[in-house]
């Protein structure tokens, strides 16, 4: 069965410094890995996918994401966080063939000190 | 929200009532999804269809049903609403092309 964990509910950093935020995943096959954020009362906003190739990922507003098959993680990143990177985010995976069904990680919750 | 609309975006409704939710989309993609959005679950998928006609259950499908008779229109419908249902719905769509799923804004539902 697939699963994803994001084991921290929350993660604060100061504003400028670099930021993660931790996705773990469990599939059989190869996985199509997802991020998305989520302002408030809003939808979730695509940030980045891995699908083949090169492991480390580049997607929008300066995110990027490592792709590590040997530690099944798909960890996001940033090298300089800003206030408004404040939001939920959310790693979803999903089988490499069907109906690309997600399954979604439980939320972590960045917040950026200014 | 990438041609997704969801309607209502809020709704109350009382105890063992029918409630129905629409999500319209303009993009012509063959994939619609509906999710549950729940505090500590993050986002559970409900139904999925893939093609006019073409439903499947997700991992939640107890207590909802759906049906989509046009590509742009995938509805959910709680056939006598619960409490337990009170959540924010989010509809997405995808395609074989592109596989990312785009969300619409949701709807929050309140079952009284």
């Known amino acids: 069965a697939q699963s994803v964990a994001q084991p921290e509910d929350q993660v604060n950093v100061a504003e400028g410094n670099p930021l993660t935020v931790k996705c773990t995943y469990s599939?059989?096959?190869?996985?199509?890995l997802f991020w998305y954020v989520q302002y408030p009362n809003r939808g979730l906003q695509f940030l980045l996918k891995?699908?083949?190739?090169?492991?480390l990922v580049k997607g929008s507003y300066g995110f990027e994401a490592e792709f590590n098959k040997s530690q099944t993680s798909f960890h996001l990143k940033k090298p300089s966080a800003l206030v408004s990177d404040s939001a939920l985010y959310f790693c979803?995976?999903?089988?490499?063939?069907?109906?690309?069904?997600?399954?979604f990680g439980t939320g972590t919750r960045l917040k950026v000190l200014a | 929200d990438a041609g997704i609309t969801q309607s209502p975006r809020h709704k109350v409704t009382e105890t063992g009532t029918p409630v129905t939710l629409r999500c319209h989309q303009t993009?012509?993609?063959?994939?619609m999804y509906w999710y549950r959005q729940d505090p500590g679950h993050g986002l559970r998928l409900i139904h999925y269809?893939?093609?006019?006609?073409?439903?499947d259950k997700g991992e939640v499908s107890d207590g909802y049903s759906v049906s989509r008779s046009k590509t742009e229109d995938f509805l959910l419908t709680l056939e006598s609403a619960t409490s337990s249902q009170t959540s924010v719905y989010f509809c997405?769509?995808?395609?074989?092309?592109?596989?990312?799923?785009?969300f619409g804004p949701g709807t929050r539902l309140t079952v009284t």
């Open positions: 997405a769509i995808s395609d074989s092309r592109r596989i990312e799923q785009y």
């Open positions: 599939v059989s096959g190869n996985p199509y």
């Open positions: 891995y699908i083949t190739g090169d492991n």
């Open positions: 979803a995976v999903s089988a490499t063939s069907g109906t690309y069904k997600y399954i």
């Open positions: 993009e012509n993609h063959r994939y």
């Open positions: 269809s893939y093609g006019v006609k073409d439903t």
